[in-house]
């Protein structure tokens, strides 16, 4: 099965490249087949879970050199389950969304399966090599994607940022970050002494023979840092808004929807899986740093006037979110955060895809300029309000019951921190409710009279999965919150072997 | 019973998914559905209230069923039907449907009926979740929702940009006062119990076992009243209500005068107890009452909108109501909630009623309606006089027992409160008198049709039979463990207090009539004789201005401007942009060592030998 969710795209992308570049219906029906049959898959993985025995399951293994103890191994628990689901509905609905790519079209799908393919075999790998390995491959793809196929940055009828400087920025970005982060995975892998990438048998390697606390400290902050750069931590966001404003709507939606989950994944899976001592101590910095992302993020965003700008900053501000949930350290807060990475990566997906639908019959995303959409486009309209609505944590959406999750769970530990992060939700309020007035509200605009609405059933289909993904999880969380806790808790009970509890008092009758 | 209990929730939420999914394009379908769900839920609350009665069935009802399970942490979502649930939902469902009914004609011709009314219905859910919640997280949830229907009903006619701000401010503004919420309920749970696997959101649970030591009770106890101060538009968060009037009226009715901003004071009811032992927070409590239903009163004076001295009026009342809790009134508190959702829905139909055959709002427009629209004045004469406080109408009995409590515990609010009924009934007068006698200025209204008059007769009978329905014994049997009786002034303290309130309010109707009906004095001399007061009143104590004077001011030009700045001058172009100069230095430097001539190379190729050979030697 998962051999299936990973080559289904890779298979596609090699059949593309037997058709003619003119042969444009092929190249997008391979390419949904291509992303359905991951999609179908990911919804077996979620259904057929066995959270009662936990741990990785679906597991795939091939030995490949074996000296250095390097092996193709795939594997899932409950967390990358969760985010596998949600990269193949971003992936799924991105290929429905750019039918609107008219130039270059193989070439586009061609570098599109392939950023599918990385981010699979991240979800999917068990191997730090391969881990790796699928890393690079899902951020090289990003490079030509915003550079040929993207737009700029404009403001008021001026180029704020090229889209050639965006993707410069954002390659060189990731890039570096993904150095630091192997020269601590080479680092970790000599001083383990295992002489193995493999996750699970490192895992019980160390479990035997923990590395040096102190010697955790040095490789821990590595890591982080290398994978929180793509999360992305802040100060070391500012890549990202510009990225996801020049990307395309199907690139942004993958950008912000998937590709900053590959960084909390990392950091979930790596350093805080193999060093415990190393997450202990620096795991309550990354809690105050997060605050920043949360307030200074929402804070930029309502600056912004560029709707992709704005839904940028919004994302690594909610991102700040998923990485106070893990800097918690309590398995309530953790799948808190494990959750909202997929109700944030759906519906940021949807906003870009609706930013994308009207953007290219209005040619302006800058928010002074738009207006009454919601006459011309009630259908696009009322998915944007969900959008916001998700986006400000409404009830009946993944994310508010994700935001109580982390509330709920850094209670305890973090008290300063969660009256932050309980206010970054009225920051989100005030800029989404001003994008939704600003687009769609208002006198409708005789410049926008040409537009139309998403009106067959197959223009609708991405929005609908999307809204309906993001309710179904936040009306019914229950078995999605199983299957991420039978994974989060026994890595938080690792983590902290004994929760520090507050002094029991006597209750008051 | 269970099964009637989960009707009542999940009746208006079938009639939701019904118009979402089939009766966007078909109009009848889409008022049918959501008038017979919220018909069902008020059908299947009657039976069980006639259960309650006559013993065959024991309140409290509790079913539950967890929502979410995570070892160490429960939330459940269930249905809570005692005394008190039981009256709100009556109110929310019966009231409701009678302006369901109603709306089916004022929205006849709009064209987004459908989604009008698909909306309507999720309040609907929305409300009632909030009623028959069994703990915080499931009020919470519904608490959002309301907010969510009322934003989007609020800015129906959003091409309207006054009423897309409208929906937009009042939705921030709960937020804001969410914020506070949400933090009183999660410290609430921290604190529920000392084992924090133990810890719980139930009400019936945290009512019974109360909270642990140490746990900043008084904080807490301010926190939770955050946000009743939002949803029932206390001061100085009351901001969003009268700009809510830009909401078709039917929503106005129900969203924005009887049910909705009633949840405020719905939520004190339901954590009464915790309230009820923390003084500080009870003098919070009724101070902001007792001065929102006095400053409101004073803006309903200087308003010519109708249906926006109506929304003052509600701020007032709604002051009223939480000054009574404050006091200790629960049951004059939510007896008064019970007969202002009589009255106060019945003044905004009769208005709407108006609006729809005038198309005029402004009442120095109207005038001498009682002749064009004889049904419509009569049952907004009855409102009228209800809000007043005339006996033996039902507002007058509600009112009396908020004073009554008043009176007995705090003569400085029992003052405030007095003046308060003098000028509700000046404020009503002047309305009346201005838009209903007299001669027509220009606007000659046309009766509404049957299916709007209808809902208005209703109404208006329960507005006059509403003190004689025995609704103090109802609620105060409400109350768990040992009855608290309120109020308590003695007769003669009662006597008093009722004759006082008479008198005001009579002063205040007479005062109107002077001025406005027989027109002794001409009303604008009045208000420049008083032209100080007057203009404070009419820039509404500048409150408005204050706020966005910070929105734009402090939080749009520094905050946000200066997080901006940070982001532009210290991280891109300080961090990243000095990162690049630091590497392109690097790259010139280095480059030197790239001459180009070739004689330089073998020079520090055989320097390079050197080296290595006298190092090897070594």
């Known amino acids: 099965m998962l051999l299936t969710i990973l080559l289904a795209p890779t298979l596609g992308a090699l059949a593309l490249l037997a058709l003619r570049d003119d042969q444009h219906a092929w190249v997008r029906r391979i390419a949904v087949i291509a992303t359905s049959v991951p999609l179908l898959g990911a919804l077996y993985l979620a259904t057929h879970y066995d959270v009662a025995r936990g741990g990785y399951q679906h597991e795939v293994f091939v030995p490949w050199v074996a000296s250095l103890g390097i092996g193709f191994h795939l594997g899932v628990d409950g967390i990358s389950t969760m985010l596998v689901l949600l990269h193949a509905l971003c992936g799924f609905t991105g290929v429905l969304v750019s039918y609107s790519i008219k130039e270059r079209v193989k070439e586009y799908y061609l570098f599109y399966l392939f950023l599918i393919t990385g981010v699979f075999g991240v979800f999917l790998s068990l191997d730090l090599f391969f881990f790796y390995f699928f890393y690079e491959m899902a951020v090289i793809p990003m490079f030509p994607l915003i550079g040929i196929w993207g737009s700029d940055v404009k403001e008021g009828g001026k180029v704020r940022y090229s889209k050639e400087y965006a993707t410069m920025k954002l390659t060189i970005y990731l890039t570096l970050g993904a150095v630091v982060a192997l020269v601590g995975l080479l680092w970790l892998y000599v001083s383990t002494g295992a002489r193995t990438f493999d996750l699970p048998a490192l895992q019980q390697a160390l479990a035997a023979r923990p590395l040096d606390a102190s010697l955790q400290r040095w490789l821990f902050p590595l890591l982080l840092i290398g994978f929180g750069v793509i999360a992305p931590m802040w100060p070391l966001h500012s890549w990202s808004p510009i990225g996801h404003a020049?990307?395309?709507?199907?690139?942004?939606?993958?950008?912000?929807?998937?590709?900053?989950?590959?960084?909390?994944?990392?950091?979930?899976?790596?350093?805080?899986?193999?060093?415990?001592?190393?997450?202990?101590?620096?795991?309550?910095?990354?809690?105050?740093?997060?605050?920043?992302?949360?307030?200074?993020?929402?804070?930029?965003?309502?600056?912004?006037?560029?709707?992709?700008?704005?839904?940028?900053?919004?994302?690594?501000?909610?991102?700040?979110?998923?990485?106070?949930?893990?800097?918690?350290?309590?398995?309530?807060?953790?799948?808190?955060?494990?959750?909202?990475?997929?109700?944030?990566?759906?519906?940021?997906?949807?906003?870009?895809?609706?930013?994308?639908?009207?953007?290219?019959?209005?040619?302006?995303?800058?928010?002074?300029?738009?207006?009454?959409?919601?006459?011309?486009?009630?259908?696009?309209?009322?998915?944007?309000?969900?959008?916001?609505?998700?986006?400000?944590?409404?009830?009946?959406?993944?994310?508010?019951?994700?935001?109580?999750?982390?509330?709920?769970?850094?209670?305890?530990?973090?008290?300063?921190?969660?009256?932050?992060?309980?206010?970054?939700?009225?920051?989100?309020?005030?800029?989404?409710?001003?994008?939704?007035?600003?687009?769609?509200?208002?006198?409708?605009?005789?410049?926008?009279?040409?537009?139309?609405?998403?009106?067959?059933?197959?223009?609708?289909?991405?929005?609908?999965?999307?809204?309906?993904?993001?309710?179904?999880?936040?009306?019914?969380?229950?078995?999605?919150?199983?299957?991420?806790?039978?994974?989060?808790?026994?890595?938080?009970?690792?983590?902290?072997?004994?929760?520090?509890?507050?002094?029991?008092?006597?209750?008051?009758? | 019973m269970v099964m009637l209990a989960w009707t009542i929730l999940l009746a208006p939420l079938a009639a939701a998914g019904l118009v979402w999914l089939v009766g966007i394009h078909r109009k009848p379908l889409a008022s049918s559905a959501a008038i017979l769900g919220l018909l069902i839920a008020f059908g299947c609350a009657l039976q069980l209230f006639l259960a309650g009665r006559s013993g065959a069935l024991i309140l409290p009802l509790e079913t539950n069923f967890a929502w979410i399970a995570l070892p160490g942490l429960t939330i459940q979502f269930g249905v809570l039907i005692d005394p008190l649930s039981l009256l709100m939902t009556l109110v929310v469902t019966g009231v409701g449907s009678a302006i369901f009914i109603y709306a089916t004609g004022y929205m006849h011709d709009d064209a987004a009926y459908s989604r009008f009314f698909g909306v309507l219905s999720l309040f609907a859910f929305s409300m009632l979740t909030i009623v028959l919640a069994t703990n915080w997280v499931q009020l919470f949830m519904g608490w959002e929702l309301v907010g969510f229907s009322s934003y989007l009903l609020i800015g129906h006619w959003y091409a309207k940009p006054a009423a897309a701000e409208a929906g937009k401010k009042a939705f921030i503004v709960n937020r804001v006062a969410d914020f506070g919420f949400m933090l009183g309920i999660l410290m609430l749970w921290a604190y529920s119990s000392a084992d924090p696997a133990q810890r719980t959101f139930n009400f019936l649970q945290l009512e019974h076992a109360g909270l642990v030591h140490g746990a900043m009770p008084v904080l807490i106890g301010l926190l939770l009243f955050c946000g009743p101060v939002g949803k029932s538009a206390q001061f100085p968060l009351h901001v969003w209500l009268p700009d809510a009037m830009e909401g078709p009226t039917p929503v106005s009715a129900l969203i924005h005068a009887a049910t909705m901003v009633a949840a405020g004071v719905y939520l004190l009811c339901r954590a009464f107890w915790l309230f009820e032992g923390l003084p500080e927070v009870m003098t919070v409590i009724m101070w902001v009452g007792g001065v929102t239903a006095f400053?409101?009163?004073?803006?309903?004076?200087?308003?010519?909108?109708?249906?926006?001295?109506?929304?003052?009026?509600?701020?007032?009342?709604?002051?009223?109501?939480?000054?009574?809790?404050?006091?200790?009134?629960?049951?004059?508190?939510?007896?008064?909630?019970?007969?202002?959702?009589?009255?106060?829905?019945?003044l905004f139909l009769a208005a709407g009623s108006v609006i729809h055959g005038t198309h005029e709002q402004d009442i120095r427009k109207l005038g001498g309606l009682w002749h064009d629209m004889r049904w419509t004045s009569l049952t907004f004469l009855i409102g009228a006089l209800a809000l007043c406080g005339i006996p033996p109408l039902s507002g007058f009995f509600s009112k009396e027992a908020i004073l009554t409590v008043a009176f007995a515990r705090n003569p400085a609010l029992f003052s405030l409160g007095v003046l308060t009924a003098g000028l509700t009934a000046f404020y009503t007068g002047r309305a009346w008198f201005v838009a209903f006698t007299g001669k027509a200025r220009g606007h000659h209204g046309h009766e509404s049709p049957p299916v709007m008059l209808i809902p208005l007769f209703v109404l208006a009978a329960l507005s006059i039979v509403g003190g004689f329905l025995g609704l103090p014994a109802l609620i105060a049997s409400g109350v768990h463990g040992a009855a608290a009786p309120h109020g308590g002034a003695g007769h003669a303290g009662g006597l008093l207090v009722m004759a006082v309130s008479i008198a005001v309010v009579a002063i205040g109707l007479g005062l109107a009539w002077l001025l406005y009906g027989k027109q002794v004095v001409l009303p604008g001399q009045v208000a420049r004789a008083l032209a100080l007061p007057t203009s404070f009143v009419e820039q509404r104590y500048y409150i408005d201005e204050l706020y966005s004077w910070y929105v734009l001011h402090v939080q749009q030009r520094y905050i946000a401007r200066s997080c901006e700045w940070v982001e532009q001058r210290v991280?891109?172009?300080?961090?990243?942009?000095?990162?690049?100069?630091?590497?392109?230095?690097?790259?010139?430097?280095?480059?030197?060592?790239?001459?180009?001539?070739?004689?330089?190379?073998?020079?520090?190729?055989?320097?390079?030998?050197?080296w290595l050979l006298t190092s090897a030697l070594h």
């Open chain 2, 295 to 346: 400053l409101a009163a004073g803006l309903a004076l200087v308003e010519n909108d109708l249906k926006r001295i109506l929304a003052y009026s509600t701020l007032s009342q709604l002051g009223y109501m939480v000054m009574a809790l404050g006091l200790g009134g629960r049951t004059a508190g939510m007896y008064h909630l019970t007969t202002h959702a009589f009255f106060k829905a019945l």
């Open chain 2, 571 to 610: 991280i891109i172009d300080g961090l990243v942009g000095g990162i690049t100069a630091l590497t392109r230095w690097l790259g010139f430097t280095v480059r030197l060592l790239q001459t180009g001539r070739v004689q330089a190379y073998v020079l520090v190729f055989l320097v390079g030998i050197v």
């Open chain 1, 246 to 509: 020049a990307a395309p709507s199907a690139v942004s939606m993958l950008h912000a929807g998937v590709l900053m989950k590959l960084g909390s994944y990392a950091i979930i899976r790596l350093p805080m899986t193999l060093l415990p001592a190393g997450a202990q101590f620096w795991l309550p910095w990354l809690a105050s740093l997060c605050v920043m992302n949360i307030i200074y993020g929402g804070f930029v965003a309502m600056s912004q006037r560029d709707l992709k700008l704005i839904i940028g900053y919004s994302s690594s501000s909610h991102m700040g979110y998923v990485l106070l949930g893990l800097a918690c350290l309590t398995p309530v807060a953790l799948d808190g955060a494990v959750l909202l990475m997929f109700a944030h990566g759906l519906m940021t997906a949807l906003a870009f895809a609706l930013i994308g639908y009207f953007y290219e019959q209005t040619h302006t995303r800058y928010l002074p300029d738009l207006g009454g959409l919601a006459h011309q486009m009630p259908f696009i309209a009322t998915c944007g309000v969900i959008a916001a609505m998700a986006s400000s944590g409404l009830p009946g959406f993944a994310n508010f019951v994700a935001e109580l999750l982390i509330f709920l769970g850094g209670w305890d530990r973090y008290p300063v921190q969660i009256i932050c992060g309980v206010f970054g939700v009225v920051i989100t309020a005030v800029y989404m409710l001003r994008v939704v007035r600003g687009t769609f509200f208002g006198p409708a605009l005789p410049a926008f009279a040409h537009t139309r609405d998403a009106r067959s059933a197959f223009e609708r289909l991405p929005y609908l999965v999307l809204v309906i993904a993001l309710m179904v999880v936040g009306c019914w969380p229950r078995p999605f919150l199983q299957m991420i806790d039978a994974s989060a808790r026994p890595l938080i009970e690792h983590i902290m072997p004994v929760l520090p509890l507050a002094a029991p008092a006597e209750a008051l009758h």
